[in-house]
């Protein structure tokens, strides 16, 4: 099916448009822009630098996606941004491309939605199924692993991750690595458990929720040291893919963990 451009539209040649791509009024695409089949361009949209974007994706207008990092060290180089397939980017999101020290690619996993004004800065990756709220706002280097939900007003310090299946409530500041499927809120963030509810939507047994319930009160509630806590949960949950997911992730924080 044939690319539809509106005559006020503004596509630079070089720019690369698959299959029934739609480009608003008044938008504007780069010449190394490329653009995923079925996917929708809206009104008043700009486009720029390396930026792939996948297929059957929507950005619904006002949006600024792979324009240059906000990065005093940012030296003009030819940094990207790749969109997976079956996003959804609302009204005056800001997503920027990578700088040359942290890795050249900002990326971003299939089946996202990005709700008005928030913002994705340079380096970051971003999984799949992932939320992120109205306004909420992500430093540079940041990771948010699959199916997290940020929620509005929430900003996150530079280099922080975020584990899968993570929930962070509205306005936290999140200066510290959030450990996977636990909810998180308040300033400086701190823990509250688990997201249960997340857990049993995604259609996790009861019987992981049941070890997951184990691992979390034996890290945050157990009095032990942080070492000896990892160190019983290899033995004792071994079998148990999702705890030792949680235990990796905690060995591996370079910032250290919200308590």
């Not at 029934?20 to 720029?48: C, L, R």
């Not at 510290?176 to 249960?196: F, K, S, T, W």
């Not at 319930?213 to 890290?219: F, G, T």
Request: aromatic share 6%.
């Amino acid at each position: 099916m044939p690319v539809r451009i509106h005559p006020t539209a503004i596509v630079a040649e070089g720019a690369r448009l698959g299959d029934e791509v739609v480009v608003g009024p008044y938008s504007i695409v780069g010449p190394d822009v490329e653009i995923g089949a079925g996917t929708e361009v809206g009104p008043h949209v700009v486009i720029d630098g390396h930026t792939r974007i996948g297929r059957r994706c929507r950005l619904v207008g006002q949006a600024s996606i792979g324009t240059a990092p906000q990065d005093l060290k940012y030296a003009g180089g030819p940094t990207r941004l790749e969109i997976g397939d079956d996003n959804v980017i609302r009204e005056f999101v800001t997503v920027n491309r990578a700088t040359e020290h942290g890795g050249g690619v900002t990326r971003i996993g299939h089946r996202c939605m990005f709700m008005a004004y928030s913002h994705v800065a340079h380096d970051c990756t971003i999984g799949d199924n992932v939320v992120m709220a109205n306004a909420a706002t992500l430093a540079g280097h940041v990771t948010i692993e699959d199916w997290a939900i940020v929620g509005g007003l929430v900003a996150i310090h530079q280099f922080v991750r975020i584990g899968e299946s993570v929930i962070l409530g509205g306005g936290a500041m999140v200066a510290l690595d959030v450990p996977p499927y636990c909810m998180a809120a308040g300033d400086r963030a701190g823990l509250h458990g688990l997201n249960l509810i997340g857990l049993r939507r995604r259609g996790f047994a009861e019987e992981t929720i049941k070890d997951l319930r184990s691992a979390y009160r034996l890290l945050f509630q157990g009095g032990l040291k942080l070492t000896e806590a990892l160190g019983r949960l290899r033995s004792e949950f071994a079998d148990s893919a999702e705890v030792i997911r949680l235990v990796h992730f905690i060995e591996g924080s370079q910032r250290g963990i919200c308590r």
